[in-house]
């Protein structure tokens, strides 16, 4: 299926394992795909937020400031769109509204798990390497997701 949105896209993922010392987070933004080894959050739902909050940063800095973000984490999607009251995510809110202001353009939507296969390898990925770092290049490391590079943004 074709991206209806005239506007870029980025595909965003999170994988978290309880008991783990870190978290993994990707994206694939049209222009470049990136990864993060991060922090372990508090569950799985804070790892998704965290990578989108990544995801948007990285798409400002990159002067794109419309974006289509998608997500096969309903819950954030829905947690954004419906703008449910999540306590424990305040801190993460306040960061979003502050990005989404600096957005003319931004929508996210719930994507199928198997639409979004290069993200979830870039956050399985970025978890196994059981440290902290960010990574955004137009190349995806083979280190890091060898399978990642096969897939293309669907």
Not at 1 to 29: H, I
Not at 109 to 123: G, H, K, M, T
Request: hydrophobic share 45%; proline share 4%.
């Amino acid at each position: 299926m074709e991206n209806e949105s005239p506007y870029p896209r980025c595909q965003v993922d999170a994988s978290w394992v309880k008991n783990s010392t870190v978290s993994g987070g990707g994206f694939v933004l049209e222009l470049a795909p990136g990864s993060i080894g991060m922090d372990q959050t508090l569950c799985p739902m804070h790892a998704e937020f965290t990578i989108l909050l990544y995801a948007m940063k990285n798409s400002l800095q990159l002067g794109v400031t419309s974006m289509s973000f998608e997500s096969d984490c309903l819950q954030l999607v829905k947690l954004i769109n419906d703008e449910e009251d999540w306590p424990a995510m305040a801190s993460e809110w306040n960061e979003f509204i502050h990005l989404l202001s600096l957005f003319t353009v931004f929508s996210i939507s719930f994507i199928a798990r198997e639409r979004n296969v290069r993200a979830d390898l870039l956050a399985k990925g970025a978890r196994s390497k059981n440290s902290i770092f960010s990574h955004v290049d137009s190349v995806i490391p083979g280190w890091l997701a060898h399978k990642a590079n096969l897939f293309i943004l669907n």
